[in-house]
């Protein structure tokens, strides 16, 4: 042996590095953003994901602010949507589903109470005429607006709001928030002219200097059914009756009957009911032709109707009237539908209320050329939501849809996107979506458990008898809270998981927000950071060798 | 256990880190400038659970030590894949010997610094579970038995893999390996009494014994930084998948180890001068079956032959583990 060379090896330190080990690799992974199911399912297309990451980091304004790009009512919304994100929200199969209106909320409190301001759009000198001023009005002329066209809108009523404001009773949304969100939109400078109703569209569009409309006076006429009564007792449609409400909340100026009975099983007739109930109705009786699980009405408002003491009589149809007795006739069901048996009875009550649907009021546009109107007064729309009116659009409830605020403002969005892209001379580029991300991407294991926060309840008592709102706000502890029990679904939120699990160090960890790296020189692609990540962000994807 | 519990309700302290936790609570893998001990460069099959293992520990303990720490390792798996002649992928001060003799060598390096006025410098010795169960038990049981100031840690794989996986006296029963093939009327490993080494380092009455898990990082690094820091003899047993050996996916080599956990197989507790101090009871709790379906080295015990009395043991055994150590599930974290 040389005495120059040392008895043992020496080898430098990391040489291995000079061992490209990426050369074994038949499978590479990648980071990919994923559609989280809440998003999927929102139908005003809001990011929910991108607003609660934000939320929980603390960042209230700019969560909020994400929150608007959407949606230009989170006050409002964050009370009177039925949250369909949250039976898709995948937490529901963990423990329970994350409380996201509750937060959506408790942002658009926070806006409002520290009176965070959009950004000031810059004029385009394009200029939309918008009839109604309903959540799909509203939201169209403030997307309208942020994207710098000069908006102007027609509202029938003397207050702006539509069915939020006269269909939506006061104790599921306070009128102060409504004015306040309403009142930011106009900031904007959106010109809302009151009491003016719109009798020719194309009339208007030229006094007012339009390129374009979006049509959204929503359905306000109740439908009416032939019931034959020997001797009329007292008979009112919902939404003229929950209107008055709207306008006259209290016990003295609008009197009901000691028993009011309720015909119909939707949401206008639960929020008839719980109406009457307030106004000091001793009992109230819904009637309902099927059973609970044929009824259109939400779940929600039915357990608050019941709890509140409305009771519900299913399974029945009117037959006839005669002053104060109502005769029902029972029915059942049949391959899901109402089936009369013959069977007869009688209910007292001093007030009916017909809650069965409502019609669009839109006979004013049938001398427009190519519109086509359905008997009910719905409006036909193309995907753009055109009409067959070159430059008119419309949406909300007189188009073919769900008929909630959420959907309305979803419509509002998308009209104004289209309008925006109409008046470029363009068609909006379609959007791809991202690939979902169902339960079964992620990892649970790496979640602790976490049980919603539940918003307090105001008590039965004062339920039944006043208009205060129900349903109280987080505060922000438990806002925080929720937010942060987001699992974050198809989204990297930063847990370190692939960073630390690589048994190849071919993670590279950026730091911030720059978020993660694969080193694809050492990357062996055993699979181990797609497995082991919490949210199910990363994607095995094969490659050719 | 060790490990401070985060009261946070997104992810605990289950994942690596978390934007949102302080710096301070997230595990020391979740660093930028963690150490790399082991780096980019090594051999190890794809989703090695030893590559894995032995980062995370040497990392902590480099951390643990301020740095000031040396690494012996006996043969093995680790070994040969981390030092292919002319390349090494360790960044700290690392020596090779024999097979059997890691625990004295360690020792003699522990003796050196001290000779040398270099008492600060901690001494890591490392091997697989044929170095530390079988070939070099001797020598470790002497360092034990003489309170070297060596933290010795074994990656128990469960057999001789770096070989073509033999058995060793780690391999559990009935398992397929290269010695004991899936065949004849009792196929797999013939079912002894094992051989527990860290009750049998409990037994010596040492300063400090553990078992770990790469599936679960923040107990195995609370433990390493601990346990570097004590004088005298001490040892940790990490149980690390082997893919390869295990007829595992790779994918899987975390979901394996903590199945192993989780249905009791593989007990998690904590031990000082002989005597049990702590353990980590189990979060979910799981039957066997789920962790050795996902074996092929089990294979045979399931489908239409089977062996349910096989199974049977094997929840007998996690049902004792469960127990003894008292890992018997919580109320929720």
Same mark, same amino acid.
């Given at each position: 042996m040389n005495s120059s060379t040392p008895f043992a090896i020496t080898l430098q330190p990391s040489s291995g590095l000079a061992n490209r080990t990426g050369s074994w690799r038949t499978q590479m992974p990648v980071y990919n953003r994923h559609l989280p199911p809440c998003n999927a399912t929102c139908s005003a297309g809001e990011n929910i994901q991108e607003w609660l990451y934000l939320a929980e980091e603390g960042k209230y304004e700019e969560a909020w602010q994400a929150v608007m790009?959407?949606?230009?009512?989170?006050?409002? #919304?964050?009370?009177?949507?039925?949250?369909?994100?949250?039976?898709?929200?995948?937490?529901?199969?963990?423990?329970?589903? %994350?409380?996201?209106?509750? %937060?959506?909320? /408790?942002? =658009?409190?926070?806006?409002?109470k520290n009176n965070w301001k959009l950004e000031a759009p810059?004029?385009?000198?394009?200029?939309?005429?918008?009839?109604?001023?309903?959540?799909?009005?509203?939201?169209?002329?403030?997307?309208?607006?942020?994207?710098?066209?000069?908006?102007?809108?027609?509202?029938?009523?003397?207050?702006?709001?539509?069915m939020m404001r006269y269909g939506i009773p006061q104790y599921r949304l306070p009128r102060d928030i409504l004015d306040a969100e !309403?009142?930011?939109?106009?900031?904007?400078?959106?010109? !809302?002219?009151?009491?003016?109703?719109?009798?020719?569209?194309?009339?208007?569009?030229?006094?007012? =200097?339009?390129?374009?409309? /979006?049509?959204?006076? *929503?359905?306000?006429?109740?439908?009416?059914?032939?019931?034959?009564?020997?001797?009329? *007792?007292?008979?009112?449609?919902?939404?003229? /009756?929950?209107?008055?409400?709207?306008?006259?909340?209290?016990?003295?100026?609008?009197?009901?009957?000691?028993?009011?009975?309720?015909? =119909?099983?939707?949401?206008?007739? #639960?929020?008839?009911?719980?109406?009457?109930?307030?106004?000091?109705?001793?009992?109230?009786?819904?009637?309902?032709?099927?059973?609970?699980?044929?009824?259109?009405?939400?779940?929600?408002?039915?357990?608050?109707?019941?709890?509140?003491?409305?009771?519900?009589?299913?399974?029945?149809?009117?037959?006839?009237?005669?002053?104060?007795?109502?005769?029902?006739?029972? #029915?059942?069901?049949?391959? *899901?539908?109402?089936?009369?048996?013959?069977k007869f009875e009688t209910i007292k009550a001093d007030m009916l209320i017909l809650a069965l649907g409502q019609d669009s009021e839109s006979d004013f546009l049938r001398n427009v050329p190519g519109l086509s109107v359905a008997s009910d007064g719905v409006v036909e729309v193309d995907p753009r939501m055109m009409t067959g009116y070159k430059g008119l659009f419309a949406g909300g409830d007189m188009v073919p849809a769900d008929r909630t605020v959420t959907t309305a403002v979803g419509h509002g969005k998308k009209a104004a996107r289209n309008i925006d892209a109409y008046l470029r001379g363009e068609s909006l580029a379609a959007t791809t979506k991202n690939a979902l991300a169902p339960f079964e991407r992620l990892n649970t294991w790496y979640y602790s458990d976490a049980p919603k926060s539940l918003q307090p309840h105001l008590d039965l008592i004062r339920r039944q008898s006043t208009f205060d709102e129900t349903t109280h706000g987080l505060d922000e502890t438990n806002a925080l809270y929720e937010a942060r029990r987001c699992l974050s679904c198809g989204n990297c939120f930063e847990c370190d998981n692939c960073y630390g699990v690589c048994p190849d160090n071919a993670v590279i960890k950026l730091g911030g927000s720059a978020k993660f790296a694969i080193n694809l020189d050492y990357c062996k692609g055993c699979g181990l950071c797609a497995a082991e990540c919490p949210a199910g962000v990363i994607d095995m994807v094969k490659q050719s060798i | 256990m060790t490990a401070t519990q985060v009261k946070f309700y997104q992810t605990g302290t289950f994942t690596v880190g978390n934007r949102l936790l302080d710096e301070g609570n997230r595990a020391i893998q979740a660093l930028m400038e963690r150490s790399n001990s082991l780096n980019s460069g090594h051999r190890a099959c794809q989703g090695c659970g030893e590559a894995l293992g032995a980062r995370y520990a040497v990392d902590a303990a480099m951390r643990g030590s301020g740095g000031k720490l040396m690494a012996v390792n006996a043969t093995g798996c680790l070994e040969v894949f981390s030092t292919p002649y002319p390349q090494s992928s360790w960044q700290i001060p690392w020596l090779h010997s024999l097979f059997a003799n890691a625990p004295a060598v360690a020792a003699g390096v522990a003796a050196a610094q001290r000779a040398r006025g270099l008492p600060e410098t901690r001494v890591l010795a490392q091997g697989g579970d044929g170095s530390t169960v079988d070939i070099g038990f001797g020598c470790l049981s002497g360092m034990f038995e003489r309170n070297d100031d060596v933290l010795y840690i074994c990656y128990d794989n469960e057999a001789y893999m770096n070989t073509g996986v033999q058995r060793s006296g780690s391999t559990p029963p009935r398992a397929r390996t290269a010695t004991t093939p899936a065949v004849g009327s009792a196929p797999g490993n013939p079912p002894g009494i094992g051989k527990n080494l860290p009750r049998i380092a409990m037994a010596h009455g040492i300063p400090y014994v553990a078992t770990a898990s790469v599936a679960d990082l923040r107990d195995l690094e609370a433990k390493v930084t601990k346990a570097i820091q004590i004088r005298g003899a001490r040892y940790i047993h990490i149980h690390v998948p082997c893919p390869l050996g295990w007829g595992s996916d790779p994918v899987d080599t975390i979901k394996v180890a903590r199945l192993a956990i989780e249905s009791g197989l593989f007990p998690i507790f904590e031990a000082e001068h002989g005597h049990i101090t702590a353990r980590r009871s189990i979060r979910r709790l799981v039957k066997v079956d789920e962790y050795l379906k996902i074996q092929r080295r089990f294979a045979h015990l399931f489908g239409k032959k089977g062996d349910p009395d096989a199974i049977a043991n094997f929840q007998h055994i996690a049902d004792e583990n469960i127990a003894i150590y008292g890992l018997a599930p919580v109320a929720a974290t």
């Open positions: 790009r959407d949606n230009p009512l989170p006050a409002t #919304m964050g009370r009177c949507c039925y949250h369909s994100c949250e039976t898709a929200c995948n937490r529901g199969k963990l423990d329970q589903a %994350v409380s996201i209106h509750a %937060v959506e909320r /408790f942002l =658009g409190d926070q806006a409002i810059k004029a385009r000198g394009t200029r939309v005429l918008v009839i109604g001023t309903g959540p799909s009005g509203l939201s169209c002329a403030y997307h309208l607006a942020r994207l710098g066209h000069s908006v102007v809108m027609y509202e029938a009523g003397k207050k702006a709001g539509g !309403i009142a930011r939109i106009e900031s904007l400078g959106v010109i !809302i002219h009151r009491n003016k109703k719109c009798t020719d569209i194309l009339e208007s569009m030229k006094q007012e =200097g339009a390129d374009a409309a /979006f049509l959204a006076i *929503g359905a306000h006429l109740s439908k009416r059914i032939d019931i034959p009564a020997a001797e009329a *007792g007292k008979v009112l449609d919902a939404v003229s /009756f929950l209107r008055q409400a709207s306008d006259a909340p209290d016990r003295s100026s609008l009197k009901v009957g000691r028993r009011v009975a309720i015909y =119909g099983g939707g949401n206008t007739a #639960m929020d008839a009911a719980r109406t009457a109930k307030r106004l000091g109705a001793e009992e109230t009786v819904i009637i309902y032709r099927r059973d609970q699980k044929h009824m259109p009405a939400h779940p929600i408002e039915l357990e608050e109707a019941l709890q509140e003491g409305v009771i519900v009589n299913w399974l029945r149809t009117i037959k006839q009237i005669d002053g104060d007795e109502i005769q029902v006739e029972a #029915m059942t069901i049949e391959n *899901g539908k109402a089936v009369p048996t013959g | -």
